[in-house]
């Protein structure tokens, strides 16, 4: 295997405040027992987008001899996080809920989402630009019981985050759509993409637009 740059966690410094996991576009950390760790080296590009991400400074870049990074291997995983964590209805008749602190769907990248997010009955859809902070509590709200995809219009292709949400507006019955957004220019994309998402497949969805600060 060659050697090459793959994401470290400190255990030590670590808080389990899940923000690298968030920012991770592989799906490469997971928080587990209240620490960030590496997953699969395959997952990790490498290029080191969640390093500034940890309050603790808990994260930084060593060389291993690890497997080369596999787009094909991140998208099959991120779509199999999907499916394998929409729950059945429960016993007493109540509503659909799936863990991830009451989010509908494992937080999902926009552009991968088109032919993998499939969920049971009439939901609520949440397209969040990346940097908005999901650790903030009010935030955790504002997602709960939602489906929620996240993406970055600035550096995406927009045709292709179109193409994908128009997938999933065709394959889900989506009762509403939230975009959250930050207060920083490139976030004031989303709504036109969500609009030209809308356009192209037919369907008239209420839109609703919030905004969080830096």
């Given amino acids: 295997m060659p050697l090459r740059s793959v994401i470290h966690v400190d255990e030590e410094r670590c808080t389990g405040c899940a923000r690298c996991a968030m ?15 590496l997953v699969d080296g395959q997952l990790c590009d490498g290029l080191g987008d969640c390093l500034d991400e940890c309050p603790q400074g808990a994260l930084y870049l060593d060389y291993r001899d690890v497997a080369e990074y596999d787009d094909e291997e991140v998208r099959r995983r991120l779509a199999s996080k999907v499916k ?22 494992w937080p999902l990248k926009l552009d991968l989402a088109g032919d993998c997010l499939r969920l049971p009955g009439m939901f609520e859809l949440v397209v969040a ?15 709960r019981d939602r489906a929620l995809l996240v993406c970055c219009p600035k550096i995406e292709g927009r045709e292709r985050m179109i193409s994908s949400l128009e997938c999933v507006l065709r394959n889900n019955d989506v009762s509403r759509i939230r975009v959250l957004r930050v207060d920083i220019p490139c976030c004031c994309r989303l709504r036109g993409i969500v609009k030209a998402a809308m356009n192209a497949c037919g369907k ?11």
């Fill in 23 to 37: 920012t991770c576009h592989g799906g490469a950390i997971e928080v587990a027992a209240g620490k960030a760790r």
């Fill in 204 to 214: 008239d969805v209420p839109i609703d637009c919030d905004t969080v600060s830096v």
């Fill in 129 to 143: 630009g990346d940097c908005v902070g999901f650790v903030d509590p009010e935030v955790q709200e504002r997602v």
């Fill in 84 to 105: 394998n964590s929409i729950p059945v209805q429960g016993q007493n008749g109540g509503p659909v809920r799936m863990p991830r602190d009451g989010v509908l769907n």
